[in-house]
Each structure stands twice: as C-alpha cells, then as structure tokens.
C-alpha cells in the first residue's frame, strides 16, 4: 500500500499499527507519521484515531490491503477539486472488483468538521462502516462522486490468502454484527452523525 502513494509534497501518510508493534517498528525508516495502538482494537477504532489528528485540508482512508493505481490519487483530488470547491465531499475510489463506493475514498475537510471529534466512522461498528459515509452524503444532497479514473486494487483474503492477517481474521468474526448493526440503521432511516 505504502509503496503505491506517490511521494508529493502535498500528500502525508499516517498508519495506525493495530496491535502491531513489528509493523510499527518496521516502519520506522519509511517517512510515515506512525501511532500504534497497543490493544488490537479494529479498524473502526484505529481509522477514527487517525483521522481525528489529522490536520490536513482532505484525507483519503484505506486498509492495508489495497493498492492504488498509478494516477489514482491525483485524479480523485483532482475530481474533488472540479466537484467541490467548498471542501465539503466525498469521492469514492473505485476498485478492482465489486465492492462499497465508500470504502476507500477522499473527504474533505468541511465534510470531516460535521462528524463528532471527527470520528468518520460510527463508533459502534468494529469494522464495516463506510457505508454509513455513503448514506450521509446521499441525505446531505450531492455530497458524493466516483471517480473512474481513481482505481484501487483489493487483496482480498478469499483470493489473496496467503495474505490473511489478524485484521482479516478479526474482520470476518464481526462482519454477521456489523451487517446486523447496518441493516437494524439502515431500516431505522439514522445514520451516523445525522441519528
């Protein structure tokens, strides 16, 4: 993943180690802005302590087990850029194969200031929540575009198994309560932080 944000002045990387402090340490001579989390606590968690000290214009979130395509990155600021003059939007990546619009995606920081203590991601989830991003852009009008051009690769576990890890294996024990949790929402017509 790391290997695939281009090296600009404009774009700062943050990683938040879940429990990982081999990961931490390894990082440690790659330039990277670096938090580790000493309890394994999901990405929910990890993805909302790195957003909250954020102190950039935008951001873009993402896993460890994506790639972004050549371009990616530049094309989706630039399309923030044409659709949201007012930093107040979010632009969806797209990826390799069928997967949430929001999953990985850019936001700005108008946007960003709405949410709690900037937590982005409904704290009550441990690691499906993008799609409440989604639903809050849809019921706040014209909030949302795709980027096309802004392509990223998923290593998914059931392909890519030699790259399971303990957020995957975590991942899969809380997908049934996240996608119960997202569906019990969903029907009662809140979503985060509008209800």
Same mark, same amino acid.
């Given at each position: ?20 402090? /081999? ?11 670096? =938090? ?32 972004? /395509? ?6 989706? =600021? ?99 309560? /996240? ?17």
């Amino acid at each position: 993943t790391l290997n695939s944000i281009p090296k600009a002045d404009n774009i700062y990387v943050d990683v938040v180690c879940d429990g990982d402090s /081999d990961t931490f340490e390894f990082l440690a001579g790659w330039g990277v802005k670096r =938090m580790l989390v000493r309890e394994h606590s999901g990405a929910v968690k990890c993805r909302n302590l790195a957003i909250a000290n954020c102190v950039v214009d935008g951001l873009i979130y993402a896993t460890d087990d994506i790639t972004f /395509d050549p371009g990616a990155i530049e094309s989706a =600021m630039n399309t923030f850029n044409q659709h949201f003059l007012d930093d107040d939007g979010v632009v969806g990546f797209v990826q390799d194969l069928s997967f949430h619009p929001t999953g990985v995606a850019l936001v700005g920081k108008k946007f960003l200031d709405r949410y709690p203590k900037r937590q982005l991601f409904c704290p009550q989830y441990y690691h499906f929540a993008a799609q409440e991003v989604l639903r809050c852009c849809e019921k706040l009008g014209k909030k949302f575009v795709a980027d096309t051009n802004a392509k990223v690769r998923h290593l998914r576990p059931a392909v890519y198994k030699q790259e399971v890890d303990l957020t995957h294996i975590e991942a899969r024990k809380f997908k049934g309560r /996240d996608l119960g949790l997202n569906l019990r929402r969903t029907e009662a017509g809140v979503v985060w932080p509008l209800g």
